[in-house]
């Protein structure tokens, strides 16, 4: 079982950068994938970027590419997104989600889910 709460969401203005957290708790966070996924209003949740339980394997939605940063901390049972040159069209809660077993972009993969963060980027 993991249990996780994002956090670091707010305002930014275009072109600025927000730290988003994800804080877990549970056994099993070592051995789980993590990811990102987000859902703006009137829109289906999309998936951001995801990593995998040994860091070294990440992918990335291509709208997000080169812009965002997904990394862990396993000490610390946390992952972080990163987001950079922050757009408009990013503005959405921002969801942590986690799975056993390797990373994955489909939603429906991902067991464990955290109640979401805000973030708005202002034009």
């Known amino acids: 079982q993991v249990q996780l709460v994002e956090s670091g969401g707010g305002l930014v203005q275009a072109g600025g950068s927000l730290r988003l957290s994800c804080a877990a708790s549970g056994r099993t966070f070592s051995n789980s994938a993590m990811a990102w996924f987000r859902q703006a209003p009137g829109k289906e949740r999309e998936f951001v970027a995801a990593i995998s339980w040994t860091g070294g394997d990440t992918r990335y939605a291509d709208s997000v590419k080169g812009r965002f940063t997904i990394s862990r901390d396993v000490a610390k049972k946390a992952v972080y997104l990163q987001m950079n040159s922050l757009k408009p069209e990013d503005t959405a809660v921002y969801y942590c989600?986690?799975?056993?077993?390797?990373?994955?972009?489909?939603?429906?993969?991902?067991?464990?889910w955290g109640q979401g963060t805000q973030v708005t980027v202002s034009s």
């Open positions: 989600a986690a799975r056993e077993g390797f990373r994955s972009t489909t939603e429906r993969m991902y067991a464990y």
